[in-house]
């Protein structure tokens, strides 16, 4: 399941998309919209996409990871455009694997990918103005940080 959605992301359902009778580890990532960043008051965000490229890059990502991580690795990434309030759901990233570490590893693989090579685009606006604040090619400003 690679989906670009613009209603409210489904958890239970990208969750049983990668269910596998081998899995001994599924883990649920959830990309939420917060209500402070930077030292600026969050008011919404707004993701726009390249749909076509967008969903290839999702399903790319699902076929690099099974490369580097094994042929049992399952993965589901929902992604929501449009506006979206404070605590809403962006991003949805399930892996399933036979194995913890590996679930994790591909999670956080699949998310960092995500962020740097698909053409989905954040537009913030908080207090005082609006900004774009991510996209391909500016992916992990705080990358290697605890966040």
């Keep these: 399941m690679f989906e670009l959605v613009t209603a409210p992301i489904d958890a239970a359902r990208v969750v049983a998309a990668v269910e596998d009778r081998r899995a001994g580890a599924v883990i649920l990532f959830l990309?939420?919209?917060?209500?402070?960043?930077a030292g600026r008051a969050v008011r919404y965000l707004e993701y726009e996409a390249y749909e076509?490229?967008?969903r290839a890059g999702l399903a790319a990502i699902g076929e690099r990871?099974?490369?580097?991580?094994?042929?049992d690795l399952r993965l589901a990434i929902?992604?929501?455009?449009?506006?979206?309030?404070?605590?809403?759901?962006?991003?949805?990233?399930a892996v399933s694997a036979p194995h913890r570490d590996v679930a994790y590893r591909a999670s956080r693989d699949a998310i960092e990918i995500l962020k740097r090579d698909v053409p989905i685009w954040k537009k913030e606006h908080f207090e005082g103005g609006e900004?774009?604040?991510?996209?391909p090619?500016?992916?992990c400003a705080h990358e290697g940080e605890e966040k």
């Design 137 to 139: 090619g500016h992916c």
């Design 52 to 54: 076509p490229m967008a």
């Design 78 to 93: 929902v992604h929501r455009t449009g506006r979206l309030e404070i605590g809403e759901t962006s991003v949805a990233i």
């Design 131 to 135: 900004v774009w604040v991510e996209g």
């Design 65 to 71: 990871l099974r490369e580097r991580h094994g042929a």
């Design 31 to 37: 990309g939420v919209v917060r209500d402070l960043n």
